[in-house]
């Protein structure tokens, strides 16, 4: 594969090595997004059917079943909010399943593997501001939802924030044997020229491409943000490089789309 990489000028790398919440410096253990995705957002959906599934409208339980393709993740809450608005016309029912949420949540937040991270991110209590974040009975207000998504973006490289000055770090991109300087992880399909300049073949630029993703999202609308709303839609990015005459000369195409639900 790095032959074939280094053949069509191509450094690539899966990104998440960038983000903080998802990567710890060893490839082979887990991450406190990992864990978010385990023991919280997996259990949701299978826990509320569980205990609810007799009751609850089909269209809610299968609503639910989405939330693991929220964006960004702390978003979830706000975004079960919504959908308990629009298909769970019970109060009653709608308290039951925030109990649920709030009750797996307590439990994510006191497994020793989360506690154990509070210093590790150098963040004034990690946990507490995951407990803002996460739990339905702390009532977070929209400046702290705002502050919280912030910190995430940054870290996660979300959408308000690009991977692309990592590129411009890789040995790669330095010594100038790469063109392209390709990540994954963010979801977030982009292009940002980095470099152009000048070698005795000519013109060389480099550039960095995100892969994006092939999935669902759901992303929070922008318009009354206190409304909770949120819209789904499928994305799909694919990524091809070239050398010599394989596309007429062309040395990349990239073709991102997006599809309604």
């Not at 903080?20 to 997004?33: C, P, Q």
């Not at 924030?161 to 300087?181: D, L, V």
């Not at 993703?213 to 409304?227: F, L, S």
């Amino acid at each position: 594969m790095k032959q074939v990489c280094d053949e069509h000028q191509v450094y690539a790398r899966h990104g998440d090595v960038y983000d903080a919440f998802n990567y710890e410096g060893n490839r082979d253990a887990s991450s406190l997004g990992d864990a978010i995705v385990v023991e919280l957002l997996n259990r949701f959906p299978s826990e509320v059917e569980l205990q609810l599934g007799q009751v609850l409208p089909p269209e809610c339980l299968a609503g639910l079943r989405e939330v693991d393709n929220v964006r960004p993740l702390l978003a979830a809450p706000a975004w079960i909010e919504g959908l308990l608005q629009r298909k769970c016309p019970d109060p009653q029912q709608t308290k039951s399943v925030k109990r649920i949420w709030d009750d797996l949540a307590d439990q994510f937040l006191q497994l020793k593997f989360v506690r154990d991270r509070d210093k590790w991110y150098q963040l004034n209590d990690l946990a507490d501001q995951l407990q803002w974040a996460l739990k339905f009975s702390k009532g977070a207000s929209l400046r702290t939802l705002s502050q919280l998504m912030t910190w995430w973006n940054k870290v996660t490289g979300g959408r308000d924030q690009s991977f692309f000055p990592h590129a411009m770090a890789e040995q790669a991109f330095k010594n100038r044997t790469a063109k392209y300087i390709v990540y994954g992880h963010t979801h977030r399909h982009e292009i940002v020229p980095l470099d152009s300049s000048f070698n005795d073949r000519g013109q060389f630029d480099q550039m960095y491409i995100n892969s994006g993703t092939w999935r669902r999202v759901h992303e929070q609308a922008k318009w009354n943000v206190e409304e909770r709303e949120f819209m789904g839609y499928y994305v799909m990015t694919y990524l091809a490089f070239f050398k010599g005459d394989e596309r007429g000369g062309r040395t990349f195409e990239s073709w991102s789309g997006a599809l309604g639900a």
